[in-house]
């Protein structure tokens, strides 16, 4: 997991329960998602060939690639399903006074 400075995305309800969205925070392009009401982040490019996630509905913790279809868990950057081999990014993340927040490395 990637660990950086804490910046604010959205408020909890901009991200609906099986739902991802996405953000540019600092330098990256982030999916942030919402599983059952919890969030987690991942790097909104697909590893198998760069594709963004986009807005997607969740299959429960799965995020889908609307390219080639690879999927992932999105609580541990994890493959579940090829064309993809490789795991993407996570980032931490928190929610404070209604906002979620993703840590990013500062460039
Ligand atoms: S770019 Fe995501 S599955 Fe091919």
Request: overall charge negative.
């Amino acid at each position: 997991m990637t660990e950086g400075t804490f910046q604010r995305v959205a408020k909890v309800d901009e991200i609906p329960v099986g739902e991802s969205r996405s953000f540019e925070v600092g330098y990256e392009r982030i999916a942030v998602c919402n599983v059952e009401g919890k969030f987690y982040a991942i790097e909104d490019v697909c590893t198998h060939d760069g594709s963004p996630f986009q807005t997607r509905r969740l299959l429960g913790s799965v995020i889908e690639c609307p390219r080639h279809g690879a999927r992932f868990d999105v609580t541990t950057g994890e493959v579940r399903r090829m064309p993809a081999i490789a795991p993407v990014r996570t980032f931490p993340t928190k929610v404070e006074d209604g906002e979620v927040y993703v840590a990013v490395e500062e460039e």
